[in-house]
């Protein structure tokens, strides 16, 4: 008894800080920390919120720019057909697109929806696009008629756009085969091709727009959601040195996780998904953020693997496709060519002339050839086609793709002066080794000795 009366006059006597009062401190500082780390999470997660509808808004409104091309070109490649072949359902399916599913016409009201009072330039400019489009209808439909007309179709069956549509009187008087060319001209002429350039230039500035947008959007919101970040690093520390009686939790639910995720940035790889909600969040949220920075980096490398000036793959390109196509066990074709006499276009018509014959030969050649293959600008007025999975034994497919680039280049449209390519082919019977590359420019060399405008297929 006396023991236990001696330890109370011990502790009367002794001065400091009390534990209830020291916890109540600490209580009240966890109680404020908690507060601002609250807040801070809700800025986080505001921000998420945010940059993730930004996100979904510039998705959709490029999905709608792509749904107005699409309707566009899915109504020129109607009218085409129809002009070629005369089946009445390319008929059928044009007007189904026009008077019911309206592509067009929906994605622009989309596109205002999500674009009013934010861009006014690229709202005029889809309304512009859709304008041009309705004004490519007019050819459309007029080659539709003298298609009809030259097939002896009777316009009973038609729908009121192309039986009413009013022919000069001229073009009732030609012949079915004039009535025929006159309606092929009309949708594969030059006006029309420059109409639809006009249409993809609008839509093209509509994107770049909207992802200008997109991006300052996206700085800023990063921004602030690093600025939350730092806030809740500090609130963290706060709570590590008020709660030092929890230390167990602590370690477990907020030391392990920083370090790992101190690992993780030190080594540029995703946080992992561990600890409290809280840091479960902020990994989330920064592992989007991550994300979304690498793939802008692979937006990035994209570009960097496509020359600036034609949009064809670039040397750097062709050089890994020549790595991987060396394991390759299928038969490939090497193209290798060149423009004749470019020095003398651009010094008789000046640079800008050459680079407009250079993008002129880029895009023949992409159109020449099939989707699979690899079209490439290797050197200044230097291009390389790579063709998988090809036929040596029927060379004429590729030399008629030659011809014809050249009976193009030779008949040019607008201010483009007259020129060619010259061409050497080599095949190989199981991918791509350094002999192929040889074997083509020593075809290539042969093509020029003779004379240029023209090919020659390596023979050993």
Known sequence: MNGKEGAKNKMSVLRGVRIRTLSLWIVAGTILVSILIGDGIINVMNQHKELAHMTQEYLLIKDNVTNMSRGS?????????????????????????????????????EI???????????????????????????L?????????????ETMDSFPPQIRDYPLPEAEIQYTPQEQSDAASRLVFGEEYRLMKQRIDEKLTSVTQSVTSICELEQASSEAAMQNALKRQSIYTILVVLLVIFSYIMIAVLILRPI?????????????EITGAY???????TYNNVYEMTMAQRDILRHKAEYDALTGLLNRQSFEQLKERLRNSSSTIA????????FKSIND????????KALINAANILKESFRKADYVLRIGGDEFAVVMEKVQPGKPEIISGKIDKINWILQHPQGDLPKYSIS??????????????????????????ENGRCGYTFYQP
Not at 114 to 136: F, I, P, T, W, Y
Not at 278 to 284: H, M, R, S, T
Not at 423 to 448: H, M
């Open 73 to 109: 070109d899915y109504l020129t490649e109607q009218a085409r057909l129809y002009a070629i072949t005369k089946d009445y359902s390319y008929a059928e399916a044009y007007f189904q697109e026009v008077n019911v599913i309206q592509r067009r016409d929906k994605a622009l009201q």
């Open 112 to 138: 205002e929806k999500h674009l009013q009072g934010r861009d006014k330039s690229a709202l005029q400019h889809s309304k512009e696009a859709l304008e041009l489009s309705n004004e490519l209808m007019d």
């Open 140 to 152: 459309e439909i007029h080659s539709m008629k003298l298609a009809a007309l030259s097939a002896g």
């Open 259 to 271: 370090r790992i995720y101190v690992n993780c940035i030190k080594n540029n790889n995703f946080l």
């Open 278 to 284: 809280e840091f479960k969040y902020l990994a989330v």
């Open 334 to 341: 090497l193209l290798l060519i060149d423009i004749d006499v």
């Open 348 to 355: 008789t018509y000046g640079h800008e002339m050459g680079d």
């Open 423 to 448: 061409a050497g082919i080599a095949f190989s019977d199981k991918g791509y080794n350094d002999k192929l590359f040889r074997q083509a420019d020593q075809a290539l060399y042969q093509t020029k």
